[in-house]
């Protein structure tokens, strides 16, 4: 009885509908805070997915990274505004957590560099996808950039997959930054030959191809004076798709029509005296 008395005090009743009060009043304002939170970070989550829109030579994929990162530090700010309320503590909190980030910084050290590299290239996009790359020692057609690798596929249908850290540290060649490229080719004809009737035939092989431009015109010049032959620089333009085809196509033409207008490729050639004593 004495007990019951005591609990139903009327200090201690206040006491306790004072504490009550208080937790209720930190319950809903937490919730609050929560609602706005989660709120506030799916508005600026999607508002930055959608500057991507804005900004057509930047990858989908980057925007993407920054509106995960901006979205999971305002939860975090929200889950330590929640503790708050609840006089939690939240400097120890912090403490822990950047150990934490600093311990895993650490560990991950190669993954960071690539994700740092995989930044850098969707932000400049020295190439992007469909292009003809050559980068972090492979050569390939790029199918696929994201944050940490870029994936290849070779022209004998093999799959390539780079560390991005890999190929932003090195030389990178877009061979299909432009949309015209030139292909440089060389030949290789007797001093005794015409030149200019080699640069006839030379001419006539690219006028008759049907992937070599007239505009910019092939270049077809003298390049060197070697000890057994003239060679000849012979430099046509194509469009990025046909470059392979100009290629590979073009020469074995090009040495056909000149033996064909008896100017055969010289090749070295071995004199053996013999004498008798």
């Not at 004072?18 to 937790?23: F, K």
């Not at 500057?51 to 999971?72: C, G, W, Y």
């Not at 003809?132 to 004998?156: A, R």
């Amino acid at each position: 009885m004495d007990n019951l008395k005591s609990f139903l005090n009327p200090d201690r009743l206040e006491s306790l509908t004072s504490t009550g009060l208080g937790l209720a009043t930190n319950v809903v304002i937490a919730i609050i805070i929560i609602i706005i939170g989660l709120w506030v970070a799916k508005r600026v989550s999607n508002a930055i997915i959608k500057m991507s829109k804005k900004h057509e030579h930047l990858d989908d994929t980057l925007f993407r990274f920054l509106a995960s990162i901006v979205k999971f530090l305002i939860l975090a700010v929200v889950g330590m505004a929640v503790l708050g309320r609840f006089g939690i503590e939240t400097t120890s909190i912090v403490a822990v957590l950047g150990a934490a980030t600093v311990a895993v910084g650490l560990a991950l050290q190669g993954s960071l560099s690539n994700l740092a590299a995989g930044v850098m290239l969707l932000v400049f996009r020295p190439y992007k996808v469909g292009d003809f790359v050559d980068g972090g020692g492979s050569f390939g057609n790029v199918e696929e950039i994201n944050l940490f690798t870029t994936n290849m596929q070779t022209f004998d249908n093999q799959q390539i997959i780079i560390p991005n850290s890999k190929i932003w540290g090195e030389k990178i060649i877009n061979h299909s930054h432009h949309p015209v490229r030139g292909v440089d080719m060389r030949f290789n004809i007797a001093y005794e030959d015409d030149v200019q009737k080699a640069r006839e035939v030379i001419q006539k092989v690219l006028a008759d191809h049907p992937h070599v431009k007239s505009d910019p015109a092939p270049f077809i010049e003298v390049e060197t004076l070697s000890e057994r032959s003239v060679e000849i620089l012979v430099r046509p333009f194509t469009d990025g798709a046909h470059y392979f085809d100009v290629t590979y196509s073009v020469p074995e033409q090009i040495k056909a029509a000149l033996g064909k207008a008896g100017m055969a490729t010289p090749y070295p050639q071995t004199r053996i005296i013999m004498s008798k004593d």
